[in-house]
């Protein structure tokens, strides 16, 4: 399913003060992401289905799980990421293998896990390709300038760097 991450974010999800219960969530990722297949445990919840970042993009299996009171987490399952360990702090990815999508400031569990977690998850695979094809890494952030959010060059992937010296690109 391709995820329009840009356009994605709600206001609703914004406005809700209260947390929202399970079901609740169960609900709304099954309205919103219906093809997503839900798999319930006593650790929680997981649904596991396809994102395809941009038209150009390839699909991609994540999963997505939950547990009240706890931050949701997202892993890409298929196809594996072409990043090493020393990668993860480039490509802002856990010990763990699962996605760095937020601050913890940013996702409260009044909102719902289809209007933020998985669009950002769609926005992060969208960076992750960036990455990929261009060896730049691209990041949100705060300007040390201004103040302001911005989204900055970090630096480049050391992959890019070794096939651009041996003449691959």
Request: include cysteine.
């Amino acid at each position: 399913m391709w995820c329009g991450f840009l356009s994605t974010h709600t206001m609703a999800s914004r406005i809700r003060r209260h947390d929202l219960t399970v079901s609740d969530q169960i609900r709304d990722m099954q309205h919103r992401y219906p093809n997503f297949q839900l798999v319930r445990s006593d650790a929680g919840m997981s649904w596991t289905g396809q994102l395809i970042p941009t038209p150009l993009s390839v699909t991609y299996t994540i999963e997505t799980t939950y547990r009240r009171h706890h931050s949701p987490q997202v892993w890409v399952r298929h196809p594996q990421l072409q990043v090493t360990k020393e990668d993860f702090k480039i490509v802002h990815i856990y010990r763990e293998g699962c996605l760095c999508l937020y601050a913890n400031e940013e996702w409260r569990p009044s909102m719902t896990l289809s209007s933020t977690i998985v669009p950002w998850a769609a926005e992060w695979l969208f960076y992750y390709e960036m990455w990929l094809a261009t060896g730049l890494a691209w990041r949100r952030g705060v300007s040390s300038f201004t103040g302001k959010e911005c989204l900055g060059l970090v630096f480049q992937n050391p992959i890019f760097r070794w096939r651009r010296h041996k003449g691959v690109f």
